[in-house]
């Protein structure tokens, strides 16, 4: 047998070092599970140029609408595991859809590596202007006499618009019906046009069409007000002290992608939500943001999966 030279050997395995290492080498996929408009894509895509000029490749916004952000994370689960395939998940897909669907096709744990939290916000709570309501002891009085209830949108079934409403359902006692749309920017286009009176809305979403004048606000629901509606009071500070439902979208690649892939994805990400633009950006959309390291992200997705199991259970909330 004819002898391989060693300094052809060491060429081959450098050669290969070489090959893992050049990641990324094509543009990179950043899968959000919901329609254009929505909170979801409007933060991917804030963040998406910054985020691109750090790993020196594009990163493309990729919408998988539906399901409350379930369909995009199925999707993702199920994509290569090296690195160009990411899912900007939001609370609904990642940590409260598995107490809703016993058949979820993945588990959010097992099936995803954690990366970063991306931002925190508040949901604001917004009427169209054929409801009389001014504040929110009027919106609720509204719903009790309305024929029917008073329906409410939200960006999908297990979204955090979707458990805001149930749980301000509960609390306070109200007749409301929720109307489940496939992400926030279908769900704002229909408060537009007057086909749902009101929304449990992501702030990005909600605050261009406040500012003109076209929608309401009548309450956020934060622990706090939002930078976005300073004006605008919180649910808790309306008569309903201790409730909260905050959102959150946060960065997370198929299980089993590589560590180095991991942690240099991890890098960039937090220097984009770093970057003084893109942070000027987020905060005017009231969206906080929280880079944090992937162990982090992985002790926060397990916290909050608890917390929204019990939510869940106690609230009575069902898949529709």
């Known amino acids: 047998m004819k002898r391989i030279p060693a300094a052809v050997v060491l060429l081959a395995l450098a050669g290969g070092a070489l090959a893992q290492g050049s990641y990324p080498n094509k543009p990179v996929t950043m899968v959000v599970g919901f329609a254009p408009g929505g909170g ?15 790993l020196g490749q594009n990163v493309v916004v990729e919408n998988r609408a539906g399901a409350g952000g379930n369909i995009a994370g199925a999707y993702v689960a199920r994509a290569n595991p090296d690195g160009y395939t990411l899912f900007l998940g939001n609370v609904g897909a ?58 409410y949108g939200s960006s999908g079934v297990g979204g955090a618009g979707h458990l805001a409403g149930e749980l301000f359902k509960l609390v306070a006692k109200a007749n409301l019906v929720h109307v489940p749309y496939k992400g926030g920017g279908p769900a704002m286009s229909d408060l537009l046009g007057g086909q749902v009176p009101s929304l449990f809305a992501s702030a990005p979403t909600a605050v261009g069409p406040v500012k003109a004048g ?41 299980a089993k992608t590589p560590k180095d892939i991991i942690e240099r994805v991890n890098r960039d990400f937090v220097k984009a939500l770093n970057a003084a633009d893109v942070r000027d950006q987020l905060l ?34 069902q898949a529709e």
């Open 94 to 151: 990642l940590t409260v859809a598995p107490h809703l669907n016993s058949k979820l096709p993945y588990d959010p744990l097992r099936d995803f590596v954690p990366i970063s939290l991306g931002v925190v916000f508040a949901n604001v709570l917004v009427v169209h202007p054929s409801v009389a309501a001014k504040t929110l002891a009027e919106y609720v009085q509204e719903a009790n006499t309305r024929p029917g209830g008073m329906p």
């Open 40 to 54: 979801g894509d409007i933060t991917g895509r804030t963040l998406a140029k910054q985020f691109g000029d750090y």
């Open 214 to 254: 076209r929608i309401r606000a009548l309450a956020t629901t934060g622990p706090k007000r939002s930078a976005s509606f300073p004006d605008v009071p919180t649910i808790a500070e309306s008569g309903y002290p201790g409730y909260e439902a905050t959102n959150w979208y946060g960065l997370v690649a198929p």
């Open 284 to 317: 005017s959309h009231g969206e906080e943001p929280t880079p944090t390291t992937p162990d982090e992200f992985g002790r926060f997705m397990k916290h909050e999966l608890e917390t929204w199991g019990k939510v869940v259970k106690e609230a009575g909330i």
